[in-house]
């Protein structure tokens, strides 16, 4: 199964890379009188910290034809927010708890269509982040139990080049944000399909969120774990770009590597139930997080 990825080499380098097979190799070594195989045994050969070179070899030429490059720098975030209702209720002379912030968060970038016309539909990766965090924000705006923190939205784009949510930039998009504090930030991706059978909480979460998050979780029946394969296991770590402070904790189901990437991560996979309870254990969380000091 082909996955796709925008950085698929995992380097910054701009250089071009060319993957050849073991066959050509061969057929290249064969012009300097060595192979493969030669190489492997003179390996076993060697002393610790030497080397060996092959006699020189026919000189090669590589052409590459590619596509125009059609990325951009532009990072395009949609923010909304509900106003917290505890501004006389702060500690602290003039401070209410309407100035502290919590970040829901999910990038809704995917990778589109290839050069070849194949379509990617990202449904898991990361439509159903996405979902999560909306129907999350519906059930706040409609419920009785309002924020006494300002709670903010944010769908951000960044996922598939491996760049976290940049909660500075996120933040002074709208006046007098930027005077906030932002106390905790969860976000989401991959909520909605995995192999595994359990709420992931992946590397990088606060302690102190998870025991709050696995206090949730013991109430909706959902089980947690902090050990398993997120959405994008065995790639190259995010990068957090503005030294977050604020405590993060990073959702999504065990196992939700599973299709990332490909032509199958489709509506198909997604699983209501996996949906359901990343989503409830999920807003009970905030829910704690937005009216609580201590937790």
């Not at 025991?211 to 990068?239: C, I, M, N, P, Q």
Request: overall charge negative.
């Amino acid at each position: 199964m082909e996955t796709k990825l925008l950085y698929p080499h995992d380097t910054t380098a701009s250089l071009p890379v060319m993957t050849i097979t073991p066959e050509l190799a061969d057929r290249l070594l064969a012009s300097c009188g060595s192979s493969l195989a030669a190489l492997d045994a003179a390996r076993e050969d060697l002393p610790h910290g030497e080397m060996t070179y092959t006699a020189p070899g026919d000189q090669l030429y590589m052409e590459i034809h590619g596509a125009e490059n059609t990325l951009d720098d532009k990072y395009i975030n949609v923010i909304g927010y509900i106003p917290g209702t505890g501004a006389l209720m702060g500690e602290g002379q003039g401070r209410g708890l309407d100035n502290q912030v919590i970040i829901v968060s999910a990038y809704f970038d995917g990778l589109g269509t290839g050069p070849d016309g194949t379509f990617y539909p990202g449904a898991n990766d990361n439509a159903s982040g996405v979902a999560t965090m909306l129907e999350m924000a519906r059930v706040m705006m409609e419920g009785e139990y309002q924020p006494k923190k300002t709670i903010v939205f944010i769908a951000n784009t960044g996922g598939q080049r491996r760049d976290m949510l940049q909660v500075n930039n996120a933040m002074n998009a709208k006046t007098g944000f930027g005077l906030l504090t932002v106390e905790a930030i969860l976000e989401l991706s991959g909520t909605g399909a995995g192999t595994g059978d359990e709420i992931l909480l992946g590397p990088g979460s606060s302690y102190r969120l998870v025991t709050l998050y696995e206090d949730a979780a013991a109430r909706t029946g959902a089980k947690v774990t902090t050990r398993g394969r997120g959405t994008h296991f065995g790639r190259r770590s995010f990068s957090w770009g503005d030294q977050r402070t604020a405590l993060s904790a990073f959702i999504s189901w065990e196992g939700s590597d599973w299709m990332v990437n490909t032509v199958n991560d489709t509506i198909d996979i997604i699983d209501p139930d996996k949906l359901q309870q990343t989503g409830e254990t999920t807003l009970l969380t905030l829910l704690v997080l937005s009216r609580e000091v201590d937790y």
